[in-house]
Structure formats: C-alpha cells, structure tokens
C-alpha cells in the first residue's frame, strides 16, 4: 500500500446514493384499480401507509360513522382508560337524532372500556358522546381535540365538528374527509393495542354500569358475509351509515405472514353491496401480491402510532428494519450488531462505499448477534467517519457520563464526539454501557446521513480528505490510526487498485 490512501466521499454523491437506494424497491408497476359502484376507496398497505390503489380517494366524502375512530384516538391519549364515567341526562340528551343508541340510562357509571368498547363495536352514539364529554368535559372540546390530531397527523383534507360522525343530513356541515386520510387514520388507530383489541369482537357484553351485550357492525367478524379465511383474516375496523354517506366500512385484514391491509370503503346503496365489494378488492389485493404484482409491508404495526412513525414510514420500502416472528418491530428491544449495520449501510448509502461497507460489515462480523453499547455504537461512527477533539474536550464531556472508565483512549475519544454529536440526543447515551434499542439506531443511522454530509464538509480536498500511514493529514487534524482503520483504508486502496481508469 502507498504510503498515502485516499479516501472520497463526495457529499453530493452521498444524497444521490440514499436518494437511489430510497427509491430502489419501489419498482412495482401500479395494479389496476377495479372499477366500484361507491363514492370512493382506497386500499392501502398498512405497514408502510402507501396506497396500493383506488378509486377517488382523494375525493372529499362524509365519513359517517368511521370518525368514531379518531373520537377513541384521542380519548385513549388524552383520558384516563383505567376511569369510570357517569352518565348525564344532557350528554344523552344532546346525542344527534337519528343516529343508532343503545339507550343507555343517565347516573350509571361506566367503565372508560365500557363506553370505548360499545361506540367501536356497536357504533352506538351515546357511548361515544358519554366517552366524548367524561374524557374532555364537553363535546366541543373533544372536537377541538380530534381536528388537532388530524393537524398532527397532516391530515389536510379531513375536519369533525361532532364526535359520532354526523354529517350535512343532520345539520353538521364541517365533517368530512377522503377515503385516503381515513385509512391513515385506521392506519394509526390500528396501533393502538386497545383499538385493535376492541374492534376485532364479534359482540361486547358490558362490566359495569348497565347489562347490556352489543353486537357488531362488522358483518365480516359476525360470520355474516363469508370470506377466503384461508388466505386472509379481517381484524376489524369501523361501520358507518348516513343519508349522505351511504354505507360505508373500513376493514383490515392481514395474512398468514404478517402483511396488514386496510381497505377503506365509502358510500354504497345497501350493506350487503358494500361488504361485497370489500370482500372483491381484499381477494383481489392478495392475489395481485401473490402474483408479485404489488408489494406488501409487515404490518409492524407497535411503531404506527409512536413518535418514531414518521422515520420508520419514510425508510419502510428499505426493508432493513428487524421484524419479530410477530409482525411487530417492538422499538425497545436492543438492536444487535449485525441489525445496526445494515441499517447504517442502506439508510446512510455507505453500501455504495467500498471502504465504508468494509468497516460496517467488519462491525457485524466480529459479534452479528451481539448487543451494541452506546461506546460500540460510538466507535463504529469514528470508524466510518474519523474525527479529532482536543484532550481538554474530551475529559470535560467524559465528565459528565458515566461507565467510561473502561475504555482505551481512542475509544474515549470516539465517546466523547459521538456525545457532542448530538446523534442520539436523549441522556442515556451519555452512560457508555447503555444497550442501543432498536428505536434508538432507527434515528441514529437517520441522523448519521446529516453527520456524514457535515464530515465531508470539514475534510474537503475537491472535495476529499487524506490520510498518510502515520496519522497526519494537511486536510485533517492529526488522527490516531488504530487497526480497525488501517483495515478501513486498506479496503479503499485495495477498491482503488482494481478500477480501470
């Protein structure tokens, strides 16, 4: 090897190669989208949120009854599911005439289960507007609540004024969506254990306040409407009728391997043609995957309603991600080093980098089902990306971490800047036998695409960074090249010897 390696990582090439490899399995010519007598559906992949296809979906439409998901979202995020709830003469009172009631009686107290459990199942309104008013003390301030979710969410073309799902028949003119929002909010409410719990009954029998046992709308769950079992199962959703809406179902349905799809239906003359047509678009949806005409997510769905939905959506189509036998991604499980480094490599494009892939894959081989340390997980960033911090800076940051006594001086300072780095910005970084999660190495190699672009920044040589065998570099401050990367640049060298010019 010559006594001088060079090593480019061009920062415009870098975006190219991540922008490549985002796009890389979305190859998938679009299905055909079968021609449906209803104001409009989309069917979509419920691991990765992206529709498959549709019919209008984009289309404003009254949601009907299906909006008393979003009613339980926010009940369940913001109340106390553990409380009881009294009813009022007012609230029931107050409830939209015309639309289905159980006839519950005011002053009995209900458990927050109770009342989640009839709205979702049974549609019943005076559940849902008991629910309503006992979590935010009024139906307006449930309202407010539900339009801010839909804000969070980026829902832009959805908006409630009421928690059932009344609509222009009964003189609510500001509820409506499309049949693409209210899939993404199935998508979300479908992970939320005890949505997915609750919608998946065939009938509810109540615990407290009155004796009652409802049956569900999901004529699909009731045995009403027979479906290919032997393919796919349907594990809910939500029902909804009105005057302008029609009939209207949100189904989910998820196979054998763990593929979750939610078909959002909006807006037939009976229900029978509209559980029908679900049934058609769903057999129609798994045969086309069977085919290897459409692309199917795992349904992962512990991480759709989390704070890490946003990244995990965005590299979905990546397929990096480890998946548990059940389906779910489970975020706090420690990731191991072979799962880190694949993630790094794709997401960070240091795949298309010979030295790069070099230093992740010697990263992995050395334990592949080894658990990462936020010390191990530091050292792999200084391998891939050396840096330089005075002695002074280092024992300051130290100073305010713990459990790094152990570590060599080159590993002190690879702990210090991964700290100062700010690439995982919650505190537990800061101890260096902390376990890295599998949530925290989603937004570590999401951060690590901004941290590589600012490191080729630092180092540039047209734009390039060298490195001499003894350490010393006139673009670089002086590094300490430990044997992990004298492997890293022999890798470059070697790369470089077998190009053709």
Request: glycine content about 6%; overall charge neutral.
């Amino acid at each position: 090897m010559s006594k001088r390696t060079k090593l480019t990582i061009p920062a415009a090439v870098l975006l190219i190669m991540l922008t490549c490899l985002l796009f890389q399995d979305r190859t998938f010519a679009a299905v055909k989208a079968p021609k449906m007598t209803c104001h409009s559906y989309v069917v979509m992949d419920a691991g990765s949120g992206e529709v498959l296809f549709g019919q209008d979906e984009d289309k404003v439409i009254y949601p009907a009854s299906t909006a008393k998901l979003m009613t339980a979202i926010v009940c369940i995020e913001n109340g106390d599911v553990n409380s009881k709830i009294k009813t009022s003469s007012e609230v029931l009172g107050g409830t939209t005439y015309g639309t289905f009631c159980l006839g519950l009686a005011p002053g009995k107290k209900f458990t927050f289960r109770d009342l989640l459990s009839l709205s979702l199942v049974s549609s019943a309104a005076d559940a849902t507007d008991s629910l309503a008013v006992g979590v935010f003390g009024s139906k307006d301030a449930c309202v407010e609540a539900m339009n801010a979710k839909c804000r969070e969410l980026g829902l832009t073309q959805t908006h409630f004024d009421n928690p059932v799902g009344s609509d222009i028949g009964a003189g609510f003119n500001e509820t409506y969506a499309t049949a693409r929002e209210m899939g993404l909010i199935t998508r979300y409410a479908m992970a939320m254990p005890m949505i997915r719990e609750t919608v998946r009954k065939s009938h509810y029998q109540t615990t407290s306040g009155q004796d009652i046992d409802a049956n569900s709308t999901n004529w699909f769950i009731r045995g009403i409407v027979p479906y290919n079992r032997s393919r796919y199962t349907i594990i809910g959703s939500k029902s909804g009728t009105t005057n302008a809406a029609g009939h209207v179902f949100i189904a989910t349905a998820t196979d054998n391997d763990g593929h979750e799809v939610i078909c959002a239906y909006f807006g037939n003359v009976s229900k029978e043609s509209t559980f029908a047509g679900i049934r058609k678009l769903l057999n129609y949806t798994f045969k086309q995957y069977d085919r290897g005409k459409l692309e199917l997510t795992g349904k992962c769905d512990d991480v759709r309603a989390s704070d890490i939905r946003p990244l995990f959506d965005n590299y979905a189509s990546l397929h990096i991600f480890p998946i548990s036998g059940d389906g779910r991604y489970h975020p706090a499980l420690p990731v191991n080093r072979t799962q880190l480094a694949r993630m790094i490599k794709v997401i960070d494009a240091t795949e298309g980098n010979p030295a790069l892939g070099y230093t992740a894959n010697c990263f992995a081989s050395e334990n592949k089902k080894g658990s990462v340390t936020a010390a191990k997980a530091a050292s792999l960033i200084q391998d891939l990306y050396p840096s330089h911090l005075p002695d002074e800076e280092i024992k300051e940051i130290l100073s305010q971490c713990s459990n790094t006594d152990y570590l060599d001086e080159n590993e002190k300072e690879a702990f210090a800047i991964f700290v100062k780095s700010g690439l995982l910005p919650d505190d537990s970084c800061k101890n260096a036998k902390q376990l890295i999660s599998r949530r925290q190495a989603l937004v570590l190699a999401d951060h690590l695409a901004d941290y590589q672009v600012g490191f080729a920044a630092r180092y540039p040589v047209n734009p390039s960074y060298v490195i001499s065998a003894d350490g010393s570099s006139p673009a670089a401050p002086p590094l300490l090249l430990n044997s992990k990367w004298k492997r890293h640049y022999d890798a470059v060298a070697a790369a470089a010897a077998t190009q053709t010019p």
